[in-house]
């Protein structure tokens, strides 16, 4: 049988499969031998893709309905079409262009978000394009252009073969990145005595289980932790002041700052010892080469960016960036999820790494796309919470959502259930129906997913693979890119959208990409499909590709120095009170994708994890009267769920853990998103996923 080589679609790792087709259908997924990322390895929910791309409930047809009390009917697409395209230039005649949003996702192509941001911007007219990145990784990309002065990851999977120290902070990387867990691992195991891993998580994980030291830190206190690292490191003589001196800026105020964070304080405030935090501090400042990689723990935060200017603080200070082994590596959560950013899938950009607030950046794309001047608006748009908040309040009439499901995956269900209730139009383009999000649908369009269609990802070490189309997708559905083209004709913008393929997007966005940090000018579907997968910045098609950013020590700045930014511990937005005595956090586990759309679907990976667990230690249950199994009923102050729960010492006192793959299709009180809170980073307007305060009581009451 011949073997596809492709991409997964899941996580940010961004492994290379191979793919065997059979009469039309995917049969079996291995790993790619020949892809950089993984070498041949793959992790169980890519071996169990085939069961779930061909389900009963794949969305097969479009859908509409032309009152809210109807029930969805089948449409032709070309009714379907015309019927969005219609309500959308009437919401736009009667309100203007800003009460019109689109809310996408990091699992489209570069391809698809770059038309659809297109259309958006610069047709529609309105910023309001946003993504669950925002609910991911808004934090890190804020956190790079602040420090660093752009966007982008500088470090290289090939890296883990060189860092002899890794620091894991707020990533449970063995469960949500298990491949690059693994080739971390196998460093580990190879040189027990060279290379030493710290993990900072307030629960032991299995990523815990590799660590010479675990630091279970208290939920959000982790700029603590980390300016008192630097502390140590400045106190001991641990900085390379050669590269303070001559390549950043701001060390006398970073210096001020980190003064007053002795790890006694930080101990008081992290709920770690000072010795354990001295220690994780020397191991640091004492590597070669120290990599730091993170993901939701510090990103999810109302102090997102905060938390990863504080690792940038701690990498510029000791020169750990641009070398081989070194450098702060944030994990990217979904498999084009860089691609988004690269594309401007966020309220506040354009594609490149440019920003909307940029008058020169404006007028670049407004070239590119035959626009006249002033067409792109100069204000930023409606981040993703916004956009929800906004559809509740009526400010925002119309919202169109691609590849994600909000009604189970945004913090405070009860808004956004709210919000899509009370939208005048909800177009939905999903794989699969019914999600907790097709419910609301007025229009409903069914769309191709992994491997029906090809385009280009980025994974989380800058790396673009392209992924060809292996098979059909069934019923009328259509690739996500065609389907916002087809709208932008409807909607009478031929010209500006007369692809025939994923090929020529591409090619149109690459050379919008020149000159910028991000720039993939050379790259092409061809090259990559004969080359293979290439890192950027890749800027002519005779160029290799790059593993490491700044290995030449200039930062894409106005000085070229990286910048040093001083940052304060913050407490979480709703600490622990007598009502709510702990701090709830939410995640993932290993075996599930988000709102189980498709894991849910493969009978191995259900059968292994078939509910949501609530882990509580077990100080916290006996205060509870919670036994090992029992059921807990979960409060907070914006709603209840309920879950088994696992009493253990493996969570810190004081917190407890819910998963948030189970939204209120699974069972309404399944659903994590019940109780968080929509508070948010005021930078990167990431909300605060990883800390809410809740009360527990045992089910049934008085155990009957
Ligand atoms: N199996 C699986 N893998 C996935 C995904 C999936 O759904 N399932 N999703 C992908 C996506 S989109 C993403 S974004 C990534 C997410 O990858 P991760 O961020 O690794 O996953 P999470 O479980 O969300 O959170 C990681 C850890 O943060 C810890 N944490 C909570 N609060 C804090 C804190 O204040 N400080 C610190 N230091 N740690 C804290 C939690 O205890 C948890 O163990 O995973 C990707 N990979
Ligand atoms: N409490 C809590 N909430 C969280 C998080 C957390 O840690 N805690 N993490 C947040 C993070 S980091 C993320 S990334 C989000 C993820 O949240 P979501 O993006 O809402 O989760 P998914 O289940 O991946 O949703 C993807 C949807 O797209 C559909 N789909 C799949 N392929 C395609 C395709 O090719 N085209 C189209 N049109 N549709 C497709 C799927 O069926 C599914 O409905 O959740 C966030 N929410
Ligand atoms: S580690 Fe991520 S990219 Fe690699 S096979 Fe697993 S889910 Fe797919
Ligand atoms: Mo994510």
Redesign the pocket.
Known sequence: MPEHRTLCP???VGCGLLVEVRDGAVTRVKGDPAHPANFGDVCA?AVHLPPVLRTADRLRYPMLRARRDAPLARAPWELALRHAGDRLREIVAAHGPDAVAFYAS?QLTTEEYYVASKLAKGFLGTNNFDTNSRL??ASAAAGYARSLGADGPPAAYADFERADCFFL?????A????IAFKRIRRRKLAAPAEVTVLV????W?E?ADLADLHLP??????VALLNAMLHVLWREDLLDRRFLAARTSGWEALRAVIARYPPERAASLTGLSPEIIVAAARSFGRARAALTL????????HAGTD?NTAVLNLHLATGQIGRPGAGPFS????PN?MGGRETGGLAHLLPGYRAVADPAARAAVERHWGLPAGAISPRPGRSALEIFEGLAAGEVRAVWIMATNPAASMPDLDLVEKALRQADLVVVQDAYHPTETTRFADVLLPAAQWPEKDGVMTNSERRLTYLPKLVEPPGEALPDAEIVVRLARELGWKDAFPYEGAAEIFDEFAALTAGTPCDYAGASHERLRDEGPLQWPVPAPDHPGTARLYADGRFPTATGRARLVPVEHNEPVEPPDAAFPLTL??????????TLTR?GKAPALAARTPEPVLEVNLHDARRAGLQDGDFAEITSRRGKAIAQCRVSAA?REGTC?L?F?WGRQAGFYKSANNLTLGARDPISQQPEL??CAVRLRRLPEGGA
């Open positions: 899941y996580c940010g929910k990091g991911c990784m902070i707020g990533t449970n990387t469960d949500c990145h298990p900072a998580d307030p629960r994980t990523t830190l208290r939920p959000g206190s982790d993170w993901a939701m723990g510090l990103n999810q935060s938390k994990l990217t959560g979904q999820a956090t939410t995640g993932r586990v290993r075996d599930h994708w988000h894991t969570i853990f998963p793959h990883k800390a």
